[in-house]
Structure formats: structure tokens, C-alpha cells
């Protein structure tokens, strides 16, 4: 149980005393700090407190261990699950003026940035030195906000999801005290995985101040084209040989022919059908790229892909991943007056064609429009449901997406792929995971945080 | 505490009596069981149970667990920091019977094997698939022992660790529960990462029975090459210029002037000298390995390396390969009649230099002779300490480890990359690791392992 009204007044005001401006208790950004962008009721916490520091994070845990006030860790805002809602109030604790890239170690081909660094800036400070962070997620996510919902995005098929890149952090624990987690190492077999322990954990373990992260170097060579195909097995095929000869694929994202018409009107997409079709990237020195290039179209037109059109100039690419990363505008647009609510669920590769071939199906029973857009080389896919504002068409698709991830679970799969569980995907929690493991993460976070401040109500089910 | 001898009686006679022929108290089989591959006093079990199955596993977990008995899973017995000695007797749980593929998935690039199998055994199966297993550990270890590790190898720089290729698992509790952690997909984003928290736990959490694992497509071409340097020094530049570069290097071994005048007499390798030198392999297409050649032979000439002689025939390269991992039985040959003991540490990349030349430092300081070899693109490396049989020797070898694994986290290293904690590191676990996350790693172990039963007396210090 929470402590009674005056408990938590005394909480907030022994924040304010203790963080004056930093602190606010006003309307706007308690509204603004109640939801992410996913399409679920706000819950507004009592509180936002802008931490810029780990010693901030630090001093208010402990005051909020010591009164059992709710603790809702706040990145960019852009979580689609629910993850920021502040169901039982408490306080939105803000890490985004933790924006400072604290080091850049390129021959070590890492970096070490506060929480609150966003993938588009450390990405802008890291061009001049001819490296890159490769996890990106659609929105302007921050760092630490990745850690906690294990992001992923179009180039996991190449270099891993946020998971694989992550070498340590600093973590502040439930009741104020910080410890360091992983290290610098490329690998190291020292004990329990803490780090990656808390990655996925969306704020109910621990909250992320800084990462350690693993850079790439900017490859000399990169090239895209886009290939249609008759049918969608022809595109799951490809991919599944694709990845069978080890072509070291740097993206490589498969569009539905509803999605494909979408893109074609909002991106002025010329000379292009209404077809299922991918979007290939590749990248490396030019006789590996080119070499990339000829077996991939040969992969692709043996299952009847056909009209490439290779681009390595960077203005050409960056119009074809323009359209590509614009999809969720396309599909406004596609419905002008409609949301759109995106879904999220992964199948082992070979299972992909089924699936989306089942989810079609289930889109046209339920008479909604959903364009489907795949991380395809993963077998994870979206679809963005476009319904008619009002809780009416929110029910229409959240049934929906639960039939869409009743069938992924079906065939092999995981309820999510990146995007995480926070509110909206408990209920899938208990289908995907047998209750022993459920009792292990029970068991887990009542271990770390035993007064249940640290986003009390996300990720793990009622038992 | 532990219960009194009767009570241990009343155990192993319970599972003696459920398991009969599968259960033994013979002195052979005690003393085989109690020690790995390291230089280490053996700890003998009071029995050994071989398991058939899962249910096996749960059923001797059960039982120890009412007991209190304590139990170590024994795999191939090739670890080497004394993981699977039995500090306080009870049984080793031997699983290397458990020993079949259950399935390989080509399409997925998948496959689940019971703990038991090795990375041999599993190649051999994989190869006319035109599939491989990519984590390459030493010894003849078992992929459940491989996960208990967190091992490593040769290819870790271009295909990751255990780590990053285990999907999902089986995995019993103390108390005989029977769980699945993770699932079939490349990615997934729901709950707490339990998969990589048993990976590397050593035993001490949970036996793992069953194990999802990523495959990988065999290139179409594979080289390799040889190439010695003036400096040290010069061998580090090219690695990590390398890396810069995003050459998707497979192996990149180094061997100093020591271990490679060990290496020219024992495998016989004519016309090389005793120099720093790097061992190469690079995959891919036939064109990309030409690419992947020049830019390396260029990187390292600018760095002082001479002599490269690329070989893409199968006996060459198996020559070239066999030499570097016959590196331990070089080194015995270097020094008859005395015994090789490996250290293991890992440092960032760009302190490699500063980390092996003190290594020189330390070894010639101590007397022995320590050739040395590092997976030169992960930064972790390993000396083969040759001393005399007896005590003494043991007792410089352990002085000259501890000074290096010292040196190696004073340069902002890990005490191990691959070999892990076991009984013989633990002094280093709270060196390397703040007092914050040694209390969660107890934590959690008391959780999960409330009567201590597992593998008790490894991995975490005492308090």
C-alpha cells in the first residue's frame, strides 16, 4: 500500500526543498510527462523532477525509497507501450538534460553519454570522426530510454539491437545507492550479467545514468535499391537465403503492397506498384558492395523480384530511407482524419510468411486499414492500424493487435520485438513466458526494488 | 550449514535409489569429476549422477534441494579456474550424456541442442548443412558448460560470444523447477533478459539442459594468412585500424616473439622468425576477400608487417589453424617436463600495447616463462605459464596470474575474458566489480538458491 495523501505531500515537498527549480508540480508538464506516444490513456504523475546528474537520481531514490513514492523514469518521451504513464502518480523523474557525450574512444570504437543523449545526436557528434551508433529506433529516443525497452530498429540485422551494444552503465539502484555495471570490455566473464539484466527492464530494476556504448566505423562504401515482388513468399525467401550466405546485409526492411502504396503517394514514389517489396541496404569496401549487390539480385530474382536500382550516392539513399522511415506519415496520410497505432511482434524468419499472410487476414476481418512494414531479416514486423479517433476505433485496434500477437506467439514468436511491454502487453507477459520465469522476475524485482517505487504496475503481470 | 553426515547419507541414498546405475560413488569417477583442466587441488564429489534428461536434472534437483545437497553441473570438464571442482562435496551432476542435437532449423539459421553436445559434435552435424557454430573455446567443452562459462574464442570478433549467439534455454532450479528463458527469435523485448542472466552464472543459478542456439551460413571463401611485425606495437596499430575500418575480420590472433619461436619448432613452420605476428582468416565472397586481403596487407605494412602468404586452400589453412591451436603443446614442447598454466584477462583494445608489454614486464620479473596469445581484436589475451610440477611452481605461476590480471584492470580491463571466475578468481571479483553490484549478484543468488545448493563456494566472494 502507498502511503496516505500527507506521506506523499511530505515526499514532495522534501523534493522541492531539495531540488527547488529542478522540481515542478505544474499542470503542462505533468500532461506532457503522463504518456508516451503510444495511443493509451495519460497517467499523470504528481510530479516532474529534471535530474542532471547521477547524484540527482541518486538523492531522489533515496527520498522516494524512504517515503514509497512512485519513481517513473523519463527519456524522450517516446516510448509506444506505455512505459512513462505514471500509473500511481509519484514522480516523472526527466533525465533528458543528462545530454552530455562524456567520452569518445575511437580506437576502442566505443563512447560513454549520459541517459538522455538522443541516437540523432550522439550520431552528429560521432560523423567527423567516421564512426556510428547503429541502433535506430523510429524516434528521437534517448539512450537510456533505449537500454530500458531493449531498442532495436533497421540495422539489427547487421549489428544487434541496443543489447549488443552496450559494454556497462551506471545504474542507480531503488533505494539511492549507484553502482557500475559491465565495463569497457568487448566481453568479459566476470560474474552476473547485470548490465543486460537491466536492459529491457523499463525502470522497474534500476534507473540508467550513463552508457558504455560500442561504435561502428562508417563504412567507405554504402548502397540501397529497392525490389518489388510479385508475391510476399518471394520476399521472405530472398531474405531467408540472403541470410543463409552470411551476406553481411546492412538493412533490409520489406514493405506490404498496402504499405508500398501509402509510401508511393506520400513520397512521390515514381515508377513503383503497389507490391510487396524490400529495401536493401549494403555497405563495406566497393568490391564487397558490388559483389553484395549481384548476389542479391540474383537471390531476388530467382523468387521473382525484379527492377533494381542500386544508389550509393548519399542523396539518392537518403530519398529511398526517407520514404522508407516515413512510413508511419504515409499511413496518416493514407487515412487523412485517422490515428495511427503501431503494432509490434517477431516470428522466427521461415515463419514470416504465414504470419503475414495470417495477419492480412486478420486485418481485412477486422475492416481496419493496416499497413505492414518488417525489420525482415529479424522476422519482426509492424503494422500501423489507421482508425477513426475515438475509443470506439482504439478497441477496434487494440483487438486487433492482441489477435496479431496471439498469432505470433502461436507460431514461435515473442510479443514483441522492440518495442517492450509497459502497460499495453502485460496480458501477453503469462502466454510467452511459463510461470517459473515469470516467478524469477517477480522474485528479481522484488530483490532490487522491495518497495515497488521504480514503475510500479509495467512489464510484469499480476501473479 | 550443511546437514550433519547422516542427512547427506539419507540424500544420496534417495538418489541412489531413484536413479540406480545412472548414480555412482566409484573413486574413478569421484576423482574425475573433481577438477577441470586448471592447475587447481581437486575437490571430489561424494557421487556422480549421470542425467539422461531434463527430468532427470529436475528430478536430482528436487532431491538435492530437500537435502540440502549440493550439486555441480559437470559438462566436458575442460574449464579451467576450477568451476566444476566440488568444494563441498555433495554430487556432480554430469550432463555430457545429454548429448543430442534435437533440432537444426536451416531456414532460421537455428538450431536446439541438449547441454551435453560439444561444439565439435555440433559442427560435424552442421557441415553438410552448409551451416556452422561459430564460439570456438579450446578445449573439447559442451555448450552447456560453453554457457555457463559465458565462453569465447577465435571468432568472438566477428560473430560474438556465447552471449550473443544463444537465443533461449532450459533451465532447472535449485528446487527442481523447470523453466524455458528466451524463446526462438533473433530479438525479443518482453521481460527481464533471464537467458543472459544464467549465461555465466557457472552453475550457481540454474543447470541449463537445453539450448536454442544461432547458426551461421559457411562462407563461400575463407583465407588465411600469417604476418609478422617488428613491434608489438605494430601489430596492435593494424588490429585496431582493422576494426576502424569495419572489415569484418573472422580471426585476428596474436602471438608474441615468444610463443612464436614455441610455435616454429614445435608445428614446424619454416621460414618464419621469432616476431610479434598475426594470425588472419577472412571470409565472404570471393571478391570481398581479395578486398578484405589488400586493405589488411596495406594497414599492416604501414604498421611494420611484412610476409604475408594468403592461403584459401583447406589443408593450408587447416595447417596455419592447427599451429595456433597448438599453442598450449608448443609451449610444453618449449619447456619439457614442466606444466602450462593459462591466465586469461581483457583490456580495451587501445591498451593492449601498454597491457602486453607490462605482461613482458611482469613475466621476465618472475622468472617464467609465459609465452603469450590474444584474441588481439576483442583485446583479451592469454599467457601459457610454464613452471615446474610441485608447489613452488604453482605458487609463482599464481603470483605472476594475479600480477597480470592486476595490470590488466588497472588499464581499465576485466580479470576474464572467456575462462570466467570459478574457485580461482574470486579474489579479483571485488577489485573489478563495486560492492553495490557484488550485493545484487548475492541477492539474487540467495533468491534463486536459497539453501546455497548450487554449485556453492564459486563465482561470488564472501561478503
Known amino acids: 500500500m502507498r502511503e496516505a495523501f500527507e506521506g506523499r505531500e511530505t515526499a514532495l515537498f522534501a523534493l522541492q526543498a531539495r531540488f527547488g527549480t529542478q522540481f515542478s508540480r505544474g499542470a503542462a508538464l505533468r500532461e506532457q510527462h503522463g504518456h508516451g506516444e503510444g495511443y493509451h490513456l495519460s497517467h499523470e504523475p504528481d510530479a516532474v523532477l529534471f535530474a542532471e546528474s547521477t547524484e540527482d537520481v541518486s538523492a531522489a531514490l533515496a527520498l522516494c525509497h524512504e517515503h514509497s513514492l512512485p519513481v517513473v523514469a523519463f527519456g524522450g518521451g517516446t516510448s509506444l507501450e506505455g512505459q512513462v504513464n505514471a500509473l500511481e502518480g509519484g514522480i516523472s523523474l526527466d533525465l533528458s538534460r543528462m545530454a552530455s557525450i562524456i567520452e569518445v574512444n575511437a580506437a576502442d570504437l566505443d563512447c560513454r553519454v549520459q541517459a538522455g543523449v538522443t541516437r540523432q545526436a550522439l550520431n552528429l557528434h560521432l560523423r567527423d570522426e567516421g564512426l556510428f551508433f547503429p541502433v535506430d529506433p523510429g524516434g528521437e529516443a534517448t539512450i537510456g530510454g533505449m537500454c530500458a525497452t531493449r531498442a532495436s530498429g533497421t540495422a539489427a540485422v547487421r549489428y544487434g539491437t541496443i543489447r549488443e551494444n552496450v559494454l ?123 559483389e553484395q549487390i549481384s548476389a542479391i539480385e540474383g537471390l531476388c530474382q530467382d523468387n521473382g523480384g525484379a527492377d533494381f536500382l542500386w544508389s550509393t550516392r548519399d542523396d539518392e539513399r537518403a530519398a529511398l530511407w526517407k520514404a522508407r522511415h516515413a512510413v508511419y506519415w504515409a499511413c496518416l496520410a493514407y487515412r487523412q482524419g485517422h490515428i495511427g497505432i503501431s503494432t509490434d511482434a517477431i516470428v522466427p524468419i521461415s515463419a514470416l510468411t504465414a504470419m503475414i499472410l495470417g495477419a492480412k487476414q486478420d486485418i481485412d476481418a477486422s475492416g481496419l486499414v493496416a499497413p505492414i512494414v518488417g525489420h525482415i531479416g529479424d522476422g519482426n514486423f509492424h503494422t500501423v492500424m489507421l482508425v477513426p479517433p475515438g475509443e470506439a476505433g482504439l478497441e477496434r485496434a487494440r483487438a486487433l493487435d492482441h489477435k496479431l500477437v496471439a498469432r505470433a506467439l502461436s507460431l514461435g514468436g515473442s510479443a514483441s520485438g522492440e518495442h517492450g511491454i509497459g502497460l499495453a502487453k502485460k496480458a501477453f507477459m503469462g502466454a510467452e513466458h511459463d510461470p517459473v520465469a515469470l516467478d524469477i522476475m517477480r522474485a528479481i524485482k522484488a530483490t532490487l526494488d522491495p518497495r515497488n517505487i521504480l514503475n510500479p504496475g509495467k512489464l510484469l503481470p499480476e501473479p
Chains 1, 2 share one sequence.
Do not use: W
Not at 540501397?224 to 537465403?241: D, K, P, R, W, Y
Not at 533490409?252 to 502504396?261: A, F, I, N, P
Open 168 to 290: 556497462g552503465m551506471t545504474v542507480v539502484l531503488a533505494d539511492g545507492r549507484v553502482t557500475q555495471l559491465g565495463g569497457r570490455t568487448r566481453k568479459s566473464a566476470t560474474g552476473y550479467d547485470l548490465a543486460h539484466l537491466m536492459i529491457g527492464s523499463e525502470g522497474t530494476l534500476g534507473i540508467v545514468t550513463e552508457i558504455q556504448l560500442r561504435l561502428q566505423g562508417i563504412p567507405e562504401v554504402t548502397a540501397a535499391a529497392i525490389c518489388q515482388f510479385e508475391t510476399l513468399g518471394g520476399c521472405v525467401e530472398s531474405a531467408i537465403q540472403i541470410m543463409q550466405m552470411g551476406i553481411p546485409i546492412a538493412r533490409m526492411e520489406l514493405l506490404d503492397d498496402v504499405q508500398m502504396e501509402a509510401c508511393i503517394l506520400y513520397s512521390r514514389l515514381e515508377g513503383y506498384r503497389a507490391l510487396p517489396t524490400m529495401f536493401f541496404e549494403v555497405s563495406g569496401g566497393p568490391d564487397s558492395v558490388n
